[in-house]
């Protein structure tokens, strides 16, 4: 009777638990039809199945890198222009003497020029020749203000020719600081002769870390870009042009990942590469765990721009901002599944997930209503036991008082 009541109950809880989603089974996240549902309260998210399409839409807009937000491929380097504060010499040479700046009995003279003594180009930024004025010099190149002075003084000098040089370069610097060796600031070369960011970087004794835990951050104007320092060797098209004013920042992070779900461990990894790809990424974390992980649930978390997620065939309009909240899907079941994660690069801070196999919870549940069965059987022999200890005291006193009935029932 205890038996049959007591099973009735069970069933009945079980039923509820079962109606609940299982909400009462442990797990480490999410199970894989909540992810493939493709709808949360709190973030909205695509989900996206990875294929060699969507590996091949990728791998042709990874991260853009300097040389997308400073598009200097195939570019001519920038002139070295004058600035406010820069120390200026000019040369004027006639082709005879007899002229505005060379007397006819010149007497014994190195040659037939004249230099104006060094001056600063003052704030307005200008610098002042005779005969010619206040010539407009800063945001000019020396070839600008040589034809500008020659245009005012053609019709007084015999044949001008000028030659403007930078004596102190104040202005169009270099920056470079952060983990390396020696900061430096340093005046720009002239236009044909421009260091790259790695030899800018070498000017400053070189990055103090390893390569690969090594960013650098350029800063032009009001745009900055950062990539990993080994970007700008394993892919020439990020060492750009060093241009006047730049400011290059070199710093140690290490790039990351996290994993959590039925992975060999969890936790925090580092990619100790400058880049690692998917497949990687799941062997650094200990593989799937094989009594546990469903290997056709493994499931990559990043933030994607709007346009590529676009191309990914996600509906964008459905969100809002610039980086789309993604799920990425591969089956390692199957096997060219291994290939296709071999061609996905991992990011900083990507969250890798291994789902649990549908088994598990099924376990997990047994498991917990085995306890409970468990559990109120312990309580019916303990109570059992109770009567029965009672019952001997009773017949050890001489028999005082009727025997209590060892029979216990349950409400229908």
């Avoid at 200026?88 to 007497?107: D, K, N, Q, W, Y």
């Avoid at 765990?289 to 676009?310: G, I, M």
């Avoid at 990914?312 to 789309?324: H, N, Q, R, S, W």
């Amino acid at each position: 009777m205890v038996r049959r009541y007591f099973s009735r109950a069970v069933f009945v809880i079980a039923a509820v638990v079962l109606l609940g989603g299982c909400a009462l089974v442990p797990a480490s996240g999410p199970a894989d039809y909540n992810i493939r549902a493709a709808s949360s309260p709190t973030v909205p998210y695509a989900l996206v199945k990875l294929t060699t399409d969507t590996v091949s839409t990728l791998g042709h807009y990874e991260p853009r890198g300097l040389s997308g937000v400073f598009p200097d491929k195939g570019v001519r380097p920038a002139n070295l222009v004058f600035g406010i504060g820069d120390v200026v010499s000019v040369t004027i040479f006639e082709a005879a003497a007899g002229g505005l700046f060379i007397p006819t009995e010149a007497g014994v003279r190195p040659g037939n020029f004249v230099t104006i003594p060094d001056q600063v180009v003052d704030n307005d930024g200008n610098i002042s020749v005779p005969y010619a004025g206040a010539v407009k010099a800063a945001g000019r190149t020396n070839g600008e203000i040589q034809a500008e002075i020659v245009n005012r003084i053609k019709n007084r000098a015999i044949e001008p020719q000028v030659v403007v040089s930078l004596t102190q370069q104040r202005t169009s610097l270099v920056s470079v600081f952060g983990e390396v060796n020696t900061p430096v600031r340093y005046p720009a070369a002239a236009s044909g002769a421009q260091d790259r960011i790695t030899d800018a970087i070498t000017r400053a004794g070189g990055i103090k870390g390893q390569g690969y835990e090594t960013w650098v951050l350029l800063q032009r104007g009001k745009r900055r870009a950062t990539v990993p320092f080994a970007n700008l060797v394993y892919e020439p098209s990020n060492n750009i042009f060093v241009q006047p004013g730049d400011r290059i920042y070199v710093y140690r992070e290490q790039q990351k990942f996290l994993a959590f779900g039925a992975s060999g461990q969890q936790g925090e990894f580092n990619f100790d590469a400058w880049r690692i790809n998917l497949a990687e990424a799941v062997g650094k974390a200990g593989g799937l765990v094989d009594v546990q992980a469903d290997p056709a649930s493994v499931f990559l978390y990043r933030l994607e721009p709007r346009e590529v997620a676009e191309l990914l065939g996600v509906d964008v309009a459905k969100f809002t901002g610039e980086l789309i909240p993604v799920i990425f899907s591969i089956n390692f079941r199957d096997p060219g599944g291994y290939f296709l994660a071999t061609q996905v690069q991992m990011r900083n801070q990507d969250v890798l997930f291994a789902a649990n196999s549908p088994s598990v919870d099924v376990t997990k549940f047994l498991t917990y209503i085995n306890t409970m069965m468990a559990t109120a059987n312990n309580g019916v022999v303990l109570g059992t036991n109770g009567i029965i200890l009672y019952n001997s005291i009773k017949a050890l006193n001489g028999g005082a008082g009727a025997p209590v009935a060892i029979t216990t029932t349950f409400p229908p």
